[in-house]
């Protein structure tokens, strides 16, 4: 699995660029770990159907503040490998940005 290193504002275009509908995703922040499906993604807004046993459902995330606070991405495109990214610099606060 290819890794990148980027700042939370490269990670934003990179949701904005490469994350496509029906894209998986491993979102990892503070001491949180949400792994999903991307239902949706606007320049704005990721809506992710949350893979849980617990609180299954489709989930909405602000784009700018999730990667502010974002540690680590895994996402795997529909088609093409996986990416691993390590994002520098990010707020390590435990909010977590739900809509």
Same mark, same amino acid.
């Given at each position: 699995?290819?890794? @990148?290193?980027?700042? %939370? *504002? $490269? ?7 490469? &994350?496509? $509908? *029906?894209?998986? @995703? ?10 999903? $499906?991307? =239902? ?5 807004? @990721? ?9 299954? *459902? +489709? ?6 503040? +999730? ?5 680590? &991405?895994?996402?795997? %495109?529909?088609? *093409?490998?996986? &990416?691993? +990214?390590? =994002?520098?610099?990010?707020? $390590?606060?435990?909010? +977590?940005?739900? @809509?």
């Amino acid at each position: 699995m290819k890794t @990148l290193r980027m700042s %939370p *504002g $490269e990670l934003l275009e990179y949701f904005r660029e490469e &994350v496509e $509908e *029906g894209d998986r @995703l491993e979102l990892n922040y503070a001491f949180v770990h949400i792994p999903g $499906e991307v =239902v949706k993604i606007t320049r704005y807004r @990721l809506h992710l159907y949350v893979e849980s046993e617990v609180a299954p *459902g +489709i989930r909405r995330y602000d784009l700018e503040e +999730i990667c502010s606070m974002m540690l680590e &991405v895994i996402h795997e %495109p529909k088609e *093409g490998k996986p &990416v691993k +990214i390590v =994002v520098e610099g990010a707020d $390590e606060s435990p909010g +977590i940005g739900i @809509l």
